[in-house]
């Protein structure tokens, strides 16, 4: 069989080369031709979407029945994917190098082995014994699940058409090749096609495939951004390696909400679901120390609790410093300028920490009060008085603004002993008449609140 000649494609205006250009020709751009297999010559098709053959059939006749989701055993996992994995779908999980992503898949490969199903592991990074010594860190294996090292992307297709598994695992993308694309795996070029390949085979005969993708410096999926359009379902590992706790995020789900989170913790015996994480960090977090203050912060739906740390100290230098670890800088130092300019305190020569406690990385706005109360405590060195929570966003002007779910947030920090709660003014009717909430209006208000006994 003649090999099938290449092309080579600029990504930007289409232009077509026989060989490897650095410049675009036709648009100018550098860097944008990546190789493709030239349909004409009979290289393998780079079809993308469902096969042609299929007539048209009007939505009433479609069958929903025959595909219910497959829950993977992992309760965390399968939140995330909005109640198991779908029957040929692709599913897409990203991660740091060393995050966890092997384990947690392969921990669902077993489960689901377990549960009588076929699954075919595809590693194109470890050995099959290396494999192995995982499989056993995490617990019992079925004889439901095969494991295969290959990086040939036709043969691993031959071996799920033999095998026929409910679900097929690669890990990862980035090893696997199609020998006919002249690139090393890994390329743009290859990282497609065998995705485009995988696609196919999930769609044509069936099984759900979870692909692993590792991530660039930057934090995206490595390889093209297309790779996330083609896939159904698009998950993010993320954790700290300092610590254990592990986050699996949706980004993309085409069968369920993008608002759920999957909690873990990273043991020797693999990853263990946190079903209950409201006060995973709470834990070391003791009562009334100037500078440090416990706000709720959700995580997916979820309230996590953590505590807000900052440390406020007369600047040796001229310049005063800056930093925050777990919260934005940018933040912080806007923070720090309305407690100068509205309300009267004198940070100029002060330098100010901020940390959150246990890795956690705080996003949201509604933790802005906390992290102006943790300062002004460390300031003052007077501690906010113990079983207080505090929330809410700060506007330039000093005010404090509504947060979204305050009703959850405030029952979760009940729960686990709280009283007394420093929270913006809300219309939550579930909030009328709870004890220990103190709606405020302003930072000022808030603060005199705060220390009023
Ligand atoms: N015996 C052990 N005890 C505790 N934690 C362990 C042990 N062995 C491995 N780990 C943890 O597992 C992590 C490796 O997990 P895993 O191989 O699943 O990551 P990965 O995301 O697949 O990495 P890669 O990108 O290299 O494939 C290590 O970083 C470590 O934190
Ligand atoms: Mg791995």
């Known amino acids: 069989m003649a ?3 290449v092309l080579y494609v600029c990504q930007s205006c289409g232009y077509q080369a026989s060989a ?6 036709e648009c100018g751009e550098w860097n944008t031709l990546v190789e493709e ?6 290289g393998a098709t780079r079809q993308v979407g469902l096969s042609s053959g299929v007539a048209p059939r009007t939505m009433a006749a479609i069958d929903v029945q025959k595909s219910p989701r497959m829950a993977t055993g992992i309760g965390e996992l399968d939140r995330v994917l909005g109640g198991g994995l779908v ?3 692709l599913v897409l999980v990203g991660g740091d190098p060393g995050v966890g992503k092997s384990t947690l898949v392969l921990d669902a490969a077993m489960r689901i082995s377990n549960s009588g199903r076929t699954v075919l592991y595809v590693s194109g990074e470890e050995s099959a014994e290396q494999t192995k010594l995982r499989a056993l860190r995490i617990g019992e294996a079925g004889d439901k699940l095969y494991v295969l090292t290959e990086t040939n ?3 691993i297709v031959r071996a799920v058409e033999k095998l026929n598994p409910a679900i097929v695992i690669i890990d990862s ?3 696997m090749h199609n020998p006919e694309l002249p690139t090393a795996a890994g390329s743009v070029g290859q990282v497609r096609e065998c995705t485009a390949r995988l696609l196919r085979m999930a769609k044509e005969s069936g099984p759900s495939v979870i692909i692993i993708g590792h ?3 930057e934090g995206a999926i490595a390889g093209p951004r297309l790779l996330e359009h083609m896939v159904d379902v698009v998950l993010h590992f993320e954790g700290d390696r300092s610590y254990s706790f592990r986050v699996l995020r949706a980004v993309k789900n085409r069968f369920g909400s993008t608002s759920e989170s999957g909690i873990f913790s990273m043991e020797e015996n693999g990853l263990t679901q946190v079903a209950n994480p409201a006060g995973l960090f709470l834990e070391e977090h003791k009562a009334a120390v100037p500078g440090a203050v416990v706000t709720a912060c ?3 739906t979820r309230p996590i609790l953590v505590e807000i740390q900052a440390l406020v100290a007369a600047t040796p230098f001229g310049m005063p410093r800056r930093t925050a670890v777990g919260f934005d800088y940018n933040r912080v130092t806007m923070l720090l300028a309305i407690l100068e300019k509205r309300l009267g305190f004198a940070l100029g020569n002060q330098d100010a920490y901020v940390n959150v406690v246990g890795g956690m990385k705080v996003t949201e706005p509604a933790a802005d009060l906390a992290v102006v109360t943790a300062i002004v405590s460390s300031f003052r060195d007077q501690a906010v008085p113990p079983k207080t929570l505090v929330l809410g966003e700060v506007g330039l002007t000093g005010e404090v603004r509504r947060v979204g779910s305050l009703a959850r947030r405030i029952k979760e920090a009940r729960t686990l002993g709280f009283t007394r709660f420093i929270v913006p003014h809300s219309r939550e009717a579930e909030l009328a008449g709870q004890a220990g909430i103190v709606a405020v209006y302003s930072v000022s208000e808030a603060l005199a609140a705060i220390w009023q006994s």
Not at 20 to 25: D, I, N, T
Not at 37 to 42: A, Q
């Open 3 to 5: 090999r099938p000649k």
């Open 20 to 25: 490897w250009l650095g410049r675009c020709p």
């Open 37 to 42: 297999l030239d349909k004409k010559t009979g």
């Open 87 to 89: 029957p040929g779908s």
């Open 153 to 155: 992307l036709e043969v």
């Open 173 to 175: 993308i980035q090893t």
């Open 215 to 217: 991530v660039t410096k």
């Open 298 to 300: 959700l995580e997916g």
